[in-house]
């Protein structure tokens, strides 16, 4: 058995079950400038995963699930915007909040915190907010896939770690090329390296899989690596560490 991941850019990837049910998380394509392809051509969708409304996260989620027709887990403030703003249809969403573990199309997914905003503005001009969220999706045994979305660091990964035991973690290591305005005022993501690198041991990572990013030539994908390697050899790091192109097919 065999799960495959493929990797859109930013914070976007697509997993794919060794029973062939293919899950895809924050569905950026149409206007990233490393998609390695189209809505059309992502062929299959089975479940939708949202982690928060932003942008680069919330991506092309309402063009999916019309072409595709496939369940959206995801939380409230998403949830409005896809029924309200864009007429999806109610049964298709599927709304839950950290803790609810659910299990959608035969997959478990367990919603866990995510230490960060969810937000987006309405056509109208209202705010929309609600809370950020992480995901653990189980494969396969044995394979327990972390997305955090765009979390800040929090202790409550080592009590994840303990409790739910994610094999493989897609760790935001750095800020993608021009995705905020006054770009040179921010030192890092979410996360700095060293914290991805500490939250990878409190979750007891056995792969880490780097994310966040357009290309991995990008300044911080490499210091990220830089970092990695010296923490492997100083005994602080014990997870496997992989960097995708854009397209790349991992198997895991």
């Known amino acids: 058995m065999t799960t495959k991941l493929i990797f859109f850019g930013y914070a976007g990837y697509k997993i794919i079950t060794p029973d062939n049910k293919h899950i895809v998380i924050d569905p950026f394509l ?12 992502l062929e299959q969708v089975d479940l939708l995963l949202i982690t928060h409304n932003a942008y680069d996260h919330f991506g092309d989620a309402p063009e999916i699930i019309e072409r595709y027709k496939c369940p959206v887990v995801c939380a409230l403030d998403v949830a409005h915007r896809l029924k309200t703003v864009h007429k999806i249809n109610p049964d298709l969403i599927r709304v839950t909040i950290w803790g609810m573990e659910m299990n959608v199309v035969g997959i ?23 809370p950020a969220m992480g995901y653990i999706v189980e494969t396969e045994p044995g394979v327990r896939i972390y997305h955090p979305g765009d979390t800040a660091i929090t202790r409550d990964m080592k009590l994840w770690g303990e409790l739910y035991k994610p094999t493989i973690g897609l760790m935001h290591v750095a800020l993608p090329e021009n995705s905020m305005p006054h770009m040179e005022c921010y030192l890092c993501g979410e996360l700095t390296e060293e914290e991805v690198i500490l939250a990878s041991e409190w979750l007891q990572l056995e792969h880490i899989v780097a994310s966040h990013y357009v290309s991995k030539d990008s300044p911080g994908v490499k210091s990220f690596i830089q970092k990695a390697d010296i ?18 097919v991992l198997e895991l």
């Open 30 to 41: 149409k206007n990233n400038p490393a998609a390695p392809f189209t809505l059309a051509e």
């Open 108 to 130: 478990p997914v367990r919603p866990v915190e995510s230490h960060h905003w969810s937000f987006t503005i309405t056509p109208e001009g209202n705010l929309l907010s609600g």
């Open 231 to 248: 923490a492997k050899k100083e005994g602080r790091l014990s997870a496997k560490v992989s960097v995708m192109d854009p397209g790349e």
